[in-house]
Nanobody, 113 residues
């Protein structure tokens, strides 16, 4: 069983930055890859970024160059640094180990002036 708690969301102006955190329970965190997804009302969840257990990363084209995913295995935490935020980044953001049905409650990010 894995429990996930996302935090760090909020209201930010266009061009601003936020750092999201996802704290995971369980000592097996380090063997999981981790994804960040986002979802807006009426739309499917969109994969934003992936980090493997070894630290390799991949990003959706829409966030490449602006977002950075990282992890701290000692803290069982994965991060999403979001820079140059745009209104279209507004969504609820979730972390998830790929191929599992483990989801947290999400954290709301709103980009608006």
């Amino acid at each position: 069983q894995v429990q996930l708690v996302e935090s760090g969301g909020g209201l930010v102006q266009p061009g601003g930055s936020l750092r999201l955190s996802c704290a995971a329970s369980g000592s097996i965190f380090r063997i999981y890859a981790m994804d960040w997804y986002r979802q807006t009302p009426g739309k499917q969840r969109e994969l934003v970024a992936v980090i493997t257990s070894g630290g390799s990363t991949n990003y959706a084209d829409s966030v490449k160059g602006r977002f950075t995913i990282s992890r701290d295995n000692a803290k069982n935490t994965v991060y999403l640094q979001m820079n140059s935020l745009k209104p279209e980044d507004t969504a609820v953001y979730y972390c998830n180990p790929p191929g599992t049905n483990y989801w947290g409650q999400g954290t709301q990010v709103t980009v608006s002036s």
